[in-house]
């Protein structure tokens, strides 16, 4: 059973080099990644860390870019473009002792943010 996503501490994705998925650094005041090609405009790229759990037994996976494409249908860079037009509503759980933050919930219907909204008003 899937238990949880789980963003990890930088998150769901990674910015890649345009000609290969190895991650980008600022080097001498220019994007290049360890193969040292040097590149314009980064790429996003998955990183998904997913915590499955047999009764008492956990594993965590962690899902590359080429993986996740094949299960969302989706590159990073058209998921982020449809999630910036996208309003959700998030119920997260923070656990200070473990600097953990799960997702429990979420919707992206109207309704559930403009409660939300409401509520941060007050």
Known sequence: ?????????????YYGCSECTISVALKDGKLRCFA?????EPVP??????LGVDGKFRARFLFWDNNCVKLIEKSALEL??????????IRVVFQPKYGSLSVVRFRD??????KIKENLKS
């Open 45 to 50: 790229r998955y990183k998904l860390e997913v």
């Open 1 to 13: 059973m899937l238990e949880n996503f789980e963003a990890g501490q930088s998150g769901w994705c």
């Open 36 to 40: 040292n090609h040097e590149t314009d």
């Open 80 to 89: 982020k473009r449809q999630l910036i037009k996208k309003e959700l509503a």
């Open 109 to 114: 219907n109207e309704e559930s943010c403009k």
